[in-house]
């Protein structure tokens, strides 16, 4: 275990642009811990899904529900769950997009398929679940500038945002801590890490909210 805490898993989870990757990867630096981040930049689907959703949005939901459960399987044969792992994906988020992506006869195939795959996955210890704006959201977006992500609109970020929002207000598998991320830059911040750090230290089995407004 890493800096008094006593998990092996943390899944930090979001929308796009709300800062999964940043978080979970300064967390790992700071705890010592695994990092395990979701492969997108290898879906050959997730541009043209972009450019034309109703076309490939369940090719872009399989590819990604078959490349995170390959991550899995190989932590799993690896045995490293012994130690902690931060992951900047829940692998039930996949299934979050493809309820928003896919039409009623495509998600009834695809969630068909992930029932079988993710019936053996370990659940995590914590979720650490990043609230945005997507006004916010879209801002950052920009910024890091991915060609593929040229096409995304405020609209679906707002599908995305409101989706995630519903699915963590009914979420109970594992304890929660939901984070408002509009003012926070975990990248920049180092003493913001360290206060977040603090609040998972002392979390407890439900779901709990933490937002630091300090400048």
């Given at each position: 275990?890493?800096?008094?805490?006593?998990?092996?898993?943390?899944?930090?989870?979001?929308?796009?642009?709300?800062?999964?990757?940043?978080?979970?990867?300064?967390?790992?630096?700071?705890?010592?811990?695994?990092?395990?981040?979701?492969?997108?930049?290898?879906?050959?689907?997730?541009?043209?899904?972009?450019?034309?959703?109703?076309?490939?949005?369940?090719?872009?939901?399989?590819?990604?529900?078959?490349?995170?459960?390959?991550?899995?399987?190989?932590m799993?044969?690896?045995?490293?769950?012994?130690?902690?792992?931060?992951?900047?994906?829940?692998?039930?988020?996949?299934?979050?997009?493809?309820?928003?992506?896919?039409?009623?006869?495509?998600?009834?195939?695809?969630?068909?398929?992930?029932?079988?795959?993710?019936?053996?996955?370990?659940?995590?210890?914590?979720?650490?679940?990043?609230?945005?704006?997507?006004?916010?959201?879209?801002?950052?977006?920009?910024?890091?500038?991915?060609?593929?992500?040229k096409?995304?609109?405020l609209?679906?970020?707002?599908?995305?945002?409101?989706?995630?929002?519903?699915?963590?207000?009914?979420?109970?598998?594992?304890?929660?801590?939901?984070?408002?991320?509009?003012r926070?830059?975990?990248?920049?911040?180092?003493?913001?890490?360290?206060?977040l750090?603090?609040?998972?230290q002392?979390?407890?089995?439900?779901?709990?909210?933490?937002?630091?407004?300090?400048?």
């Amino acid at each position: 275990m890493s800096a008094g805490i006593n998990l092996t898993h943390i899944a930090i989870e979001g929308g796009i642009g709300v800062g999964k990757t940043t978080l979970a990867t300064r967390l790992a630096e700071k705890l010592g811990a695994n990092l395990l981040l979701e492969d997108i930049d290898d879906n050959p689907f997730l541009e043209l899904f972009y450019q034309d959703p109703e076309r490939h949005g369940l090719s872009v939901q399989l590819s990604f529900l078959f490349s995170r459960l390959k991550q899995w399987q190989s932590m799993i044969q690896q045995d490293l769950f012994h130690s902690l792992i931060i992951s900047d994906y829940l692998f039930a988020k996949d299934r979050l997009f493809a309820m928003t992506n896919l039409s009623d006869e495509e998600f009834a195939l695809y969630n068909q398929v992930a029932q079988v795959v993710a019936a053996e996955l370990p659940k995590p210890d914590l979720v650490v679940y990043l609230q945005s704006s997507p006004e916010v959201a879209i801002k950052r977006v920009h910024q890091r500038n991915r060609s593929m992500e040229k096409d995304i609109s405020l609209d679906y970020l707002k599908q995305i945002a409101e989706t995630f929002d519903t699915f963590f207000f009914h979420y109970q598998e594992t304890p929660l801590l939901v984070v408002q991320t509009d003012r926070i830059n975990f990248a920049e911040r180092p003493e913001a890490l360290d206060m977040l750090i603090e609040r998972i230290q002392h979390m407890g089995r439900g779901t709990e909210f933490w937002a630091d407004y300090t400048d």
